[in-house]
């Protein structure tokens, strides 16, 4: 009898009604009621962030290992010869003895490795590389002139100046070879001076620093944000939110932010570390260091976004291991990490182009040698918002509070 009345005194609520409170406390009816929100993000990313320093594995993976890995490929590659690209647009062939004699050339230099990489005429150089346009009516045999085009976007480094300086010799000796008097071929030089950067920007020290940099925050936003959170939900402790008064976006945005300021402080921290240890390259400025961050807390914020959409399709955290390592393999050979995409086929370098990994990589490096501009900045940034955008609008479909049963 006590029981019944205990019971009619404190009824149970009902499904809905536990919907509707939970509704309620996610959604914000004033100014003080942001202010809580923003204050619980702050609290839970500082005790985040305190928990993932305090983590031996974590801190191993994400700061020790890409350090180590540096170091092993400094040593492996490193004191290599260095390596420069020239791209070559000869869609019909009617250069080939240009290209031909030039690679002739090339060959009896010592000391530097130098790769030809065959284009398409409407497809995009990077800045900073050599580029050698031939036209489809070249011809070497004719009373006419023909001409060659030889473009660099961006100020001429070491690299670029001794390659343009290498092709106009080439170009003088067939004149002499084939005419012996009057020019035959003219060559057109296209030097664009962008901002100053760095020099060498095709060394191999950039090229690793900058790759393992991307990979650290690919890896971590992933690995050190998916796991966790699966593991917590399958062990009841995002449970534990429904009936705390604490929002729920709150929570996630906290999660997210420890990680986002972790990515982002150690990357702009390891590129400066490396270029001090093996980049002999002059200071990047500040607007160049703006331009990292800008790139490196966009692009830590769409892997996130990624990684919150993966927790919500996945209830273990062995499948989101097992999903992440499928998704880390491709992205270690066709994001120009560590294996340049011009070394490729063209259908799957074509493909490489595609993916957003490689979208991040090619900016930074950019942003740290020859320097971005405001439009390019702003464009890459704007991609990665957008989808961080429709990261963050999946997961919201997806996301589960609760473990299945």
Not at 220 to 225: P, Q
Not at 235 to 261: D, E, H, N, Q, Y
Not at 328 to 336: A, E, G, T
Request: net charge negative.
């Amino acid at each position: 009898m006590s029981d019944d009345l205990e019971s009619s005194m404190n009824p149970q609520p009902s499904p809905a009604d536990r919907r509707a409170d939970l509704k309620h406390q996610n959604s914000f009816s004033g100014h003080s009621e942001i202010v809580d929100w923003l204050r619980c993000l702050i609290q839970i990313a500082y005790i985040e962030t305190a928990a993932y320093l305090r983590d031996r594995t974590a801190l191993f993976w994400t700061f020790l290992y890409p350090i180590a890995l540096l170091v092993l490929l400094m040593s492996l590659f490193g004191a290599g010869s260095p390596r420069v690209v020239i791209d070559i647009a000869d869609g019909t062939g009617a250069g080939a003895a240009v290209v031909t004699a030039l690679e002739q050339r090339v060959s009896r230099i010592e000391g530097v490795e130098v790769a030809f990489r065959h284009v398409r005429p409407d497809e995009q150089t990077p800045r900073g590389r050599v580029r050698i346009d031939i036209p489809a009516d070249f011809a070497l045999d004719t009373d006419r002139v023909s001409s060659i085009r030889v473009s660099l976007d961006g100020p001429p480094d070491a690299s670029s100046g001794a390659m343009i300086a290498l092709v106009g010799e080439t170009v003088e000796r067939i004149n002499r070879v084939h005419s012996q008097a009057p020019e035959i071929v003219r060559l057109q030089y296209d030097i664009r001076n962008g901002q100053e950067g760095p020099q060498n920007s095709d060394s191999s020290a950039v090229y690793f620093i900058v790759g393992l940099a991307v990979l650290t925050v690919v890896s971590t936003a992933l690995f050190g944000f998916t796991a966790p959170l699966i593991e917590l939900r399958a062990a009841g402790g995002v449970k534990m939110i429904s009936i705390l008064p604490l929002r729920r976006s709150a929570f996630l945005a906290g999660f997210a932010v420890c990680r986002l300021v972790i990515l982002t402080v150690f990357g702009l921290l390891f590129i400066v570390g490396g270029f001090a240890l093996y980049a002999d390259i002059p200071a990047i400025g500040l607007q160049g260091w703006l331009t990292t961050g800008v790139l490196l807390l966009t692009g830590s914020s769409a892997f996130l976004a990624a990684g919150l959409f993966l927790a919500g399709m996945t209830t273990k955290s062995s499948v989101a291991a097992a999903v992440i390592n499928l998704i880390n393999l491709p992205i270690m050979f066709l994001s120009d990490l560590f294996i340049p995409i011009a070394q490729l086929p063209d259908a799957v370098a074509a493909l490489a182009e595609f993916n957003p990994v490689y979208w991040l990589v090619v900016a930074m490096r950019d942003a740290v040698t020859v320097g971005l501009t405001s439009w390019e900045l702003a464009t890459s940034a704007g991609w990665f918002l957008a989808l961080t955008v429709i990261g963050l609008s999946l997961a919201a479909l997806t996301f589960r509070w609760l473990p299945q049963p």
